[in-house]
Each structure stands twice: as C-alpha cells, then as structure tokens.
T-cell receptor
C-alpha cells in the first residue's frame, strides 16, 4: 500500500506567483487535512476536506489560500500571489474517519515551499 | 482558544534510561490525545492514542498516560536508544491541535 503522497517535495516561487501543492491520500482514505509548519513552530491546522466538500477551513487565511478535493484526483492546496511569509513546510494528512473520529492521521512527506 | 503545550527545551538522556515527555492542554477537554514522532525533513508518524477514560496505554517500549485532573499526558520511552532521537509531538482535539514538540536526544 502506498502511503500518502505529496508533490512536489520542494517548490520555489517568486513573490506574486502561484503555488499548487498536491496530496494523494492513502488507498481507502476519504478525509484530507492540510497543515502548515513554520520553522521552530508547531503544525498548524489549515483545512479539512472530504471528497468534493470543505468541512472545516477555520485555520486557513481568508485571502489567497484555497483548497479542493475533487471527486477524481488529488487534493490541491493553492496559494495565490505568494509572499515571503508563506515559506513553510505544508503537510497533508489523511484518515479513514473524520472529525470526531479517533482515527490516526497518516502524514505525507510534506512540500517545502520557498518564496524568493 | 485550545492550546497544547510541550516543553520546548530539548531533552538529553543516556542510552538505556527512560525518557519522559510532558504535554499539557488548556481551554478544552480533548476526548483523546495522540502522540507522533517527527524526524527532520519528514512528516509526523503516529505512535499512540489515548482516550480520556484510559489512564495508561502501552506499546512495546512506549507508554502514555492521561490525567484529566492535571490536564496532562506523559509519554515515556523505556530503555531508550539513539534511534529514538527525534521530535515528539502531542496532539488533541477534533482537528488536531499540535504542540510545538519536544526534541529528544539519546546519547550512546
């Protein structure tokens, strides 16, 4: 069984460009979570999605950030007009169950975004 | 807002000793807490989950306790090995609030 896959592993963007981060869940997992980890900081929840639905986006900045999990294909975290402060590691995690479930979350290897 | 706090200072211990890491939570009552291990440049890996009605949980050399009175979870690694060196994260809540993690360094 392949684990959670994220690509690209490293992404370099100039200020003002768009960043697209992809997450392919483990087989059978329909719950996807995105987290951001800044240097010396803990993981911060951004958004929780199920197929074709955003369930909780309370951790996501209101502007420039969006996420989707279409019926087919990976989940995408999109950051428009990136700024230097967006530089971080972005992790996705997937689970069998969703919010309220005690299912463990399986994390991908992360995408390290660097904004020049 | 709900908070998970872990000792930010690195914990240095000698091989063979027991490592004990602390996790405190404030402003909420999680139904369960989870512990993850994170190595540099990698995603967290799930280790153990303990529910609020469980006092203690074990898995091989790992032991976790959950004290709802103290609002605290302790994570123990017995007979520690250099390979246990990593950052250990405590997490709780419905959309996993994570602590910043405690770095454990086990020297031979």
């Amino acid at each position: 069984n392949a684990g959670v896959m994220q690509n690209p592993r490293h992404l370099v963007r100039r200020r003002g460009q768009e960043a697209r981060l992809r997450c392919s869940p483990m087989k059978g997992h329909s719950h996807v979570y995105w987290y951001r980890q800044l240097p010396e900081e803990g993981l911060k929840f951004m958004v929780y999605l199920q197929k074709e639905n955003i369930i909780d986006e309370s951790g996501m900045p209101k502007e420039r950030f969006s996420a989707e999990f279409p019926k087919e294909g990976p989940s995408i975290l999109r950051i428009q007009q990136v700024v230097r402060g967006d530089s971080a590691a972005y992790f996705c995690a997937t689970a069998l169950g969703g919010t309220g479930s005690s299912d463990e979350q399986f994390f991908g290897p992360g995408t390290r975004l660097t904004v020049l | 807002s709900q908070k998970i706090e872990q000792n930010s200072e690195a914990l240095n211990i000698q091989e063979g000793k027991t490592a004990t890491l602390t996790c405190n939570y404030t402003n909420y009552s999680p139904a369960y807490l989870q512990w993850y291990r994170q190595d540099p440049g990698r995603g967290p890996v799930f280790l153990l989950l303990i529910r609020e009605n469980e006092k203690e949980k074990r898995k091989e050399r790992l032991k976790v306790t959950f004290d709802t009175t103290l609002k605290q979870s302790l994570f123990h690694i017995t007979a520690s090995q250099p390979a246990d060196s990593a950052t250990y994260l405590c997490a709780g809540g419905s959309t996993l609030t994570f602590g910043k993690g405690t770095m454990l360094l086990v020297s031979p």
